[in-house]
């Protein structure tokens, strides 16, 4: 059983604080461009191959991107939650490379599915951080609300059993049920990757 140790734990690692800055300065910058007239998410934000809107850096750049103050409060918050823990454990540059394949792999694998609407925010990156946390934490504990503790993996379950309910009975809520679970497809797959090429620089 892997127990955390973290070697030099910093409460706030670099990479995880310089994602913050930039998705809030992002945010401040679309409040500021929209009420100029300016929708700066035409260009940002994820679009489906079949609107004719998709651009190529859209896969990147809708990460930085949120709908308005509680999307991008809570993301941030479990990136820092989630993200301080596992770049203390990997280092910043492992930690950089997952959390940016996370969120672009899904990206593109979202934009491939026909009928899905446009998407914005990091929350498929944050939940590719969720389950390398469950993974390399099983038996830690979370605590809901601060009222009930659960085993990590138990939370990490539940999580991908309801985002796959919800993706497929209630995929026009708003919400890009698939495209958090292809952030944590992706994480699951560079996991398993590293552990059996555990010397890669990769």
Same mark, same amino acid.
């Given at each position: 059983?892997?127990?955390?140790?973290?070697? @030099?734990?910093?409460?706030?690692?670099?990479?995880?604080?310089?994602?913050?800055?930039?998705?809030?300065?992002?945010?401040?910058?679309? %409040?500021?461009? =929209?009420?100029?007239?300016?929708?700066? =998410?035409?260009?940002?934000?994820? +679009?489906?191959? =079949?609107?004719?809107?998709?651009?190529?850096?859209?896969?990147?750049?809708?990460? &930085?991107?949120?709908?308005?103050?509680?999307?991008? &409060?809570?993301?941030?918050?479990?990136?820092?939650? +989630?993200?301080?823990?596992? =770049?203390?454990?990997?280092?910043?540059?492992?930690?950089?490379?997952?959390?940016?394949?996370?969120?672009? @792999?899904?990206?593109?694998?979202?934009?491939?599915? $026909?009928?899905?609407?446009?998407?914005? @925010?990091?929350?498929?990156?944050?939940?590719?951080?969720?389950?390398?946390?469950?993974?390399?934490?099983?038996?830690?504990?979370?605590?809901?609300?601060?009222?009930? $503790? %659960?085993?990590?993996?138990?939370?990490?379950?539940?999580?991908?059993? %309801?985002?796959?309910?919800?993706?497929?009975?209630?995929?026009?809520?708003?919400?890009? #049920? &698939?495209? #958090?679970?292809?952030?944590?497809?992706?994480?699951?797959?560079?996991?398993?990757?590293?552990?059996?090429? $555990?010397?890669?620089?990769?």
């Amino acid at each position: 059983m892997t127990q955390y140790q973290p070697q @030099g734990f910093s409460f706030l690692p670099t990479a995880v604080k310089h994602l913050l800055i930039i998705n809030v300065l992002v945010f401040g910058a679309d %409040i500021v461009m =929209e009420r100029q007239g300016i929708a700066i =998410e035409n260009y940002l934000a994820l +679009f489906s191959r =079949e609107t004719g809107m998709f651009q190529f850096w859209q896969p990147l750049s809708y990460m &930085f991107m949120h709908a308005n103050f509680s999307h991008i &409060f809570f993301n941030m918050f479990n990136l820092w939650m +989630f993200g301080a823990a596992m =770049e203390n454990f990997w280092g910043t540059r492992r930690f950089i490379i997952y959390y940016l394949a996370c969120g672009i @792999g899904a990206g593109l694998l979202y934009a491939m599915i $026909p009928g899905l609407h446009v998407t914005v @925010g990091a929350s498929a990156a944050v939940y590719g951080l969720l389950l390398a946390f469950g993974m390399t934490f099983p038996n830690e504990y979370i605590y809901l609300y601060f009222l009930m $503790p %659960i085993k990590t993996k138990w939370f990490i379950g539940g999580m991908i059993a %309801i985002e796959l309910i919800q993706g497929i009975f209630y995929s026009y809520d708003g919400i890009a #049920h &698939f495209a #958090h679970l292809g952030g944590m497809l992706i994480g699951f797959l560079l996991i398993m990757w590293w552990r059996k090429h $555990p010397f890669s620089k990769f």
